[in-house]
């Protein structure tokens, strides 16, 4: 099931889906507006909410891979020893 999962997504990026479905979904609104149909502009909604939550996943998986994990213990100096 992950490897489908994993294997959907590769072709989402692929194809570009998710800016493919971030331009129907503002034509959509603005023939919604133009209209004055307003089932239209919330049908039209859900693809662009659709493709900001895969780009910001996108983002969000970009930022992960560009942390540089840092050695606390070489960067803090040692505690001060107690004396006795």
Known sequence: MLDK??????????????T????????????????????INQI???PILIGVC????DFTEKIESDIVPYDFNRILPPPPKEKK
């Not at 999962?5 to 998710?18: F, M, N, P, V």
């Not at 979904?25 to 133009?34: D, N, R, T």
């Open 44 to 46: 039209f909604v859900w």
């Open 5 to 18: 999962i994993k294997q959907y997504y590769k072709l989402t990026k692929e194809k570009k889906i998710d």
């Open 54 to 57: 895969i780009k910001l996943y």
């Open 20 to 39: 493919i479905l971030i331009n129907i979904g503002i034509l959509g609104v603005i023939i919604g507006i133009v209209f004055s149909i307003s089932i």
